[in-house]
T-cell receptor, first 110, second 114 residues
Framework: QKEVEQDPGPLSVPEGAIVSLNCTYS??????FMWYRQYSRKGPELLMY????GNKEDGRFTAQVDKSSKYISLFIRDSQPSDSATYLC??????????FGAGTTVTVRA | EAGVTQSPTHLIKTRGQQATLRCSPI?????VYWYQQALGLGLQFLLW???????NRGNFPPRFSGRQFPNYSSELNVNALELEDSALYLC?????????????FGAGSRLTVL
């Protein structure tokens, strides 16, 4: 079993829809949770960074962490074609041992 | 401010050869991380260098090695290339004290082994 599981998709939604992405994990020591966005032919860029359980909102993006269920989510509201990318979840027990999911490819249709 | 730069962008080698990939971190960043991104597998941690020292390595064979130079740039060497080494190799850097969670990635070097 992988330490971090992420459905690779692909996910295709119409413009304006809510995009829902999630990851599950097995290591209960994880306490830092991140979402990275990776455009084609580019490196990943940090999108959201949360510590422990709870919600964090940044513009159209909301990250949720449920440590009791070992489940994290990313929601993108009012999705735009420019949101089309691969989204990678990542998590760590400390500042140094980062584990990534395989990434979910999202296409937002205009 | 220049981002993380990697070279070459693409590299084609044959089995058994050696590959060298290079990375320049963001100015002021002292830590460099190397990741392998193979199709469908996500990012796999390879190596972490900080202040010129190797601090940690992932679950990869010893033929994957590297070093960090005094100017904090880094190179990744892959010896005795195998077909399954074909992947995108990503370098990332972080500022002192921020750890591995807040990474700035380069665009990667795509290695193809024939």
């Amino acid at each position: 079993q992988k330490e971090v599981e992420q459905d690779p998709g692909p996910l295709s939604v119409p413009e304006g829809a809510i995009v829902s992405l999630n990851c599950t994990y097995s290591n209960s020591a994880f306490q830092y949770f991140m979402w990275y966005r990776q455009y084609s032919r580019k490196g990943p860029e940090l999108l959201m960074y949360t510590y422990s359980s709870g919600n964090k909102e940044d513009g159209r993006f909301t990250a949720q962490v449920d440590k009791s269920s070992k489940y994290i989510s990313l929601f993108i509201r009012d999705s735009q074609p420019s949101d089309s990318a691969t989204y990678l979840c990542a998590m760590s027990p400390d500042l140094y041992k980062l584990s990534f999911g395989a990434g979910t490819t999202v296409t937002v249709r205009a | 401010e220049a981002g993380v730069t990697q070279s070459p962008t693409h590299l084609i080698k044959t089995r058994g050869q050696q590959a060298t990939l290079r990375c320049s971190p963001i100015s002021g960043h002292t830590s460099v991380y190397w990741y392998q991104q193979a199709l469908g597998l996500g990012l796999q941690f390879l190596l972490w260098y900080d202040e010129g020292e190797e601090r940690n390595r992932g679950n990869f064979p010893p033929r994957f090695s590297g070093r960090q130079f005094p100017n904090y740039s880094s190179e990744l060497n892959v010896n005795a290339l195998e077909l399954e080494d074909s992947a995108l190799y990503l370098c990332a850097s972080s500022s002192p004290g921020s750890g591995a969670n807040v990474l700035t990635f380069g665009a990667g070097s795509r290695l193809t082994v024939l």
